[in-house]
């Protein structure tokens, strides 16, 4: 198990003694108001030593990088809770002392900070250094405050993971993964952005900006197209001139970005899309200060409107009182309805299916029945065709006498 080191510094108003607890494998180092420690005058210090790594229970490092590693106050690699208060007055200084002659070993083993365990981005803020390495007065020192980062490396600056982690609790920076940030001071209001005030050491600090209003999606019109090129009108608020749209599909996140954006008002955009893949999409609008919105639920339905496969015009002709059976058919249609004209006497149409069913009634002459069928689909989206049917009329029990 790797071994920690936790420092605490603590102020009372009497006493000259320091008590060093230990418990597991951890340190615990109490600083009196008396003797104060963490001062740049009596900075808490330890010692630092180099020697082989051990196991990978005892170091988190074992197998990369050097085969040494500094042991500090003769624990392995420790990882560090060290404290600075956010307040000024609160800041501890911590003293790495490497005057043992195995800091001096295979080209010595100087102990810098760094945002990142390999060593990238060197941490310099406040930490000085004195002589040589395995050398008398030989030390690596660092002030640690709200400007430090919440995790630090301590590591050689000529070997690679010989050290462990420092862990500032109590700061506002932030280290993400070797980029540090330092958040801004207070709460801000509604709606004011973050932005970067200054970049240092590897570190920017933060600051509120001014507030800012984000554009707003109320509704689209029309809400459902086909795949081919549509126009959409798009209702809302602080749209700016031009902004950029895009639709977002819902089940894939694939984004498909507007052929064109027309600006019509604050409240009012045309997007013109083109969407091969049929689905339901977000809407979202980017004005050109970087504010976006988008929309909270899919408000866009892309999808094919039926198509006929039954051709248009005749259907074929059947015998008065005979028998009807005719069947239509478009693709992606859910319903179909006659929406004009009429169908032969006694015939129906079955609505789910569009088949023409029934035997034929009423008529007294040959007739040809036109008649428009409308056929709809999942998303509302019609199309219509006419149609027809002949009932033919022939001369029935006839008799023929010759003379």
């Known amino acids: 198990m790797t071994s920690e080191i936790k420092v605490n510094t603590i102020k009372k108003n009497s006493g000259s003694s320091i008590t060093v607890g230990e418990s597991g494998n951890s340190i ?6 008396v003797t104060p420690q963490g001062t ?6 330890f010692t630092v030593t180099v020697a082989a790594k051990t196991s990978a229970d005892n170091n988190v490092y074992h197998g990369a990088g050097s085969s040494n590693a500094y042991y500090i106050n003769g624990i392995e690699a420790p990882s560090f809770f060290i404290e600075g208060n956010e307040s000024g007055s609160y800041e501890y200084y911590y003293k790495f002392d490497q005057s043992d002659a195995s800091n001096a070993s295979g080209g010595g083993h100087p102990l810098r900070f760094y945002l990142d365990a390999g060593r990238t981005q060197i941490f310099s803020t406040n930490v000085t250094t004195n002589g040589t390495p395995g050398q008398a007065g030989a030390y690596t020192q660092i002030k640690v405050g709200s400007y430090t980062p919440n995790v630090l490396y301590y590591q050689c600056t000529n070997h690679a993971f010989m050290g462990n982690k420092l862990i500032n609790p109590a700061t506002k920076t932030l280290n993400l993964s070797g980029a540090a940030i330092t958040l801004p001071t207070g709460t801000g209001n509604a709606d004011q952005v973050i932005k970067v005030a200054s970049t240092s050491n590897g ?3 933060l600051t509120f900006g001014s507030s800012v209003t984000f554009p707003t999606i109320g509704s689209i019109n029309p809400s459902v197209i086909e795949n081919s090129q549509t126009a959409v009108t798009i209702t809302g608020t ?6 950029f749209v895009d639709a977002i599909n819902s089940s894939t996140g ?4 507007a052929d064109s954006v027309s600006f019509t008002s604050a409240t009012t955009i045309v997007a013109t899309f ?3 893949v049929d689905g339901t999409y977000f809407i979202r609008v980017e004005n050109n200060d970087g504010l976006s919105v988008r929309s909270g639920s899919a408000l866009l339905t892309v999808s094919d409107a ?4 039954t051709s248009a015009g005749s259907l074929g002709s059947i015998e008065s009182g005979g028998s009807i059976s005719f069947t239509v058919a478009a693709t992606n249609a859910t319903s179909y309805a006659i929406t004009s004209g009429a169908l032969p006497g006694g015939g129906s149409l079955n609505t789910s299916t569009g088949a023409i069913t029934g035997t034929e009634s009423g008529s007294t ?7 428009t069928i409308t056929a709809t689909d999942a998303q509302a989206q019609t199309a219509a065709r006419a149609f027809s049917i002949t009932v033919n009329h022939g001369i029935q029990n006839s008799m023929r006498f010759d003379p």
């Open 28 to 33: 615990v180092n109490n600083a009196l108001n």
């Open 40 to 45: 740049s005058s009596n900075p808490i210090t």
């Open 203 to 205: 570190i920017s600090t």
């Open 238 to 243: 602080n749209f700016q001139s031009i902004p």
């Open 254 to 257: 694939a984004i498909i970005t």
């Open 274 to 276: 083109t969407i091969s």
């Open 306 to 309: 039926p198509a006929w496969t």
């Open 365 to 371: 002459a040959t007739t040809t029945y036109n008649f």
